[in-house]
Nanobody, 123 residues
Framework: QVQLVESGGGLVQTGGSLRLSCQAS????????MGWFRQSPGKEREFVAA????????VYANSVKGRFTISRDNGKNTVDLQMNSLKLEDTAVYYC????????????????WGQGTQVTVSS
């Protein structure tokens, strides 16, 4: 069993920055590929970013490429998402996740989700 707890969401103006963090527990974190997804009201949950077990391989959704940075610290069992140049359309609940769905970008193939953290970007 894996527990994922996100933190760091909040309200920010367009062009601003936020850093999300996900604390994992329950099994060997360094063996898990980790990712972030997000969901806006009325929309399906969508893939944001993924990072491999050793942090070498990273993938981003086109919509966040160049603005968001995913990183992990296997010593602390954390995975972070640094979000810069935030846009109104980045407003969503952001979820930390692990499972095959992080590789395929399919929420239905995720094994474990965090509870989510709200990010609101205002003009």
């Amino acid at each position: 069993q894996v527990q994922l707890v996100e933190s760091g969401g909040g309200l920010v103006q367009t062009g601003g920055s936020l850093r999300l963090s996900c604390q994992a527990s329950g099994r060997t974190f360094s063996r898990d590929i980790m990712g972030w997804f997000r969901q806006s009201p009325g929309k399906e949950r969508e893939f944001v970013a993924a990072i491999s077990e050793n942090g070498v391989n990273i993938v981003y959704a086109n919509s966040v490429k160049g603005r968001f940075t995913i990183s992990r610290d296997n010593g602390k069992n954390t995975v972070d998402l640094q979000m810069n140049s935030l846009k109104l359309e980045d407003t969503a609940v952001y979820y930390c996740a692990t499972g095959l769905g992080v590789i395929t970008a399919r929420p239905t193939q995720i094994d474990y989700w965090g509870q989510g953290t709200q990010v609101t970007v205002s003009s």
